[in-house]
T-cell receptor
Framework: AQKITQTQPGMFVQEKEAVTLDCTYD???????LFWYKQPSSGEMIFLIY??????QNATEGRYSLNFQKARKSANLVISASQLGDSAMYFC????????????????FGQGTILTVHP | GAVVSQHPSRVICKSGTSVKIECRSL??????MFWYRQFPKQSLMLMAT?????????EQGVEKDKFLINHASLTLSTLTVTSAHPEDSSFYIC????????????FGAGTRLSVL
């Protein structure tokens, strides 16, 4: 079974509008972390935002916020006031297990969503 | 500024040659680094976990003799693609774990390998 599912292969948004990129995850570990990365055409992976499974509040970083719904196992990324430079591939990823475990740190990635921002 | 430095960014080599890719952690010491491979328009696939001072841990299906990993210091890990063949052509990207900041992984800029 897929551990990270991104159901939107591509999304389009108008400049200055908000957009939500979907991510659902599957784990039986009570301790896990969820990440979003942006990959422009240059290929680099840019860290955007992190949400820990025990964090009480949704994470926010500037124009990025993570809509964390634990019971639904979803961790959607919300980008507010989209900019042309936001056009890129976006990956959701999960890290499972408690710190110090043998597999700790390994990330499992979703298939990604290509976001295109129109002027 | 960049947290991780990865070199070279692009390499073209002849079949049968070996290629070394370096990954440096610039801002913090990294006992753990990861190496990923990415095919066009696909997701990242973990190849191996690089542990400072010990042998790398390879994912199932990854040939350890083909992809040699050395993590000789707390800031440097190298991936050597030995006797490269055209099927090894891919985008290779490393990441370092910041153990002082929620174990967030920061990635290098990647290396695009083309084997002729």
């Amino acid at each position: 079974a897929q551990k990270i599912t991104q159901t939107q292969p591509g999304m389009f948004v108008q400049e200055k509008e908000a957009v939500t990129l979907d991510c659902t995850y599957d784990t039986s570990d009570p301790s896990y972390g969820l990440f979003w990365y942006k990959q422009p055409s240059s290929g680099e992976m840019i860290f955007l935002i992190y949400q820990g499974s025990y964090d009480q509040q949704n994470a926010t970083e500037g124009r990025y916020s993570l809509n964390f719904q634990k019971a639904r196992k979803s961790a959607n990324l919300v980008i507010s006031a989209s900019q042309l430079g936001d056009s890129a591939m976006y990956f959701c990823a999960m890290r499972e297990g408690p710190a110090g475990g043998t597999s700790y740190g390994k990330l499992t990635f979703g298939q990604g969503t290509i976001l295109t921002v129109h002027p | 500024g960049a947290v991780v430095s990865q070199h070279p960014s692009r390499v073209i080599c002849k079949s049968g040659t070996s290629v070394k890719i370096e990954c440096r952690s610039l801002d913090f010491q990294a006992t753990t680094m990861f190496w990923y491979r990415q095919f066009p328009k696909q997701s990242l696939m973990l190849m191996a976990t690089s542990n400072e001072g010990s042998k790398a841990t390879y994912e199932q299906g990854v040939e350890k003799d083909k992809f040699l990993i050395n993590h000789a210091s707390l800031t440097l890990s190298t991936l050597t693609v030995t006797s490269a063949h055209p099927e090894d052509s891919s985008f290779y990207i490393c990441s370092v774990v910041n153990e002082l900041a929620k174990n967030i992984q920061y990635f290098g800029a990647g290396t695009r390998l083309s084997v002729l």
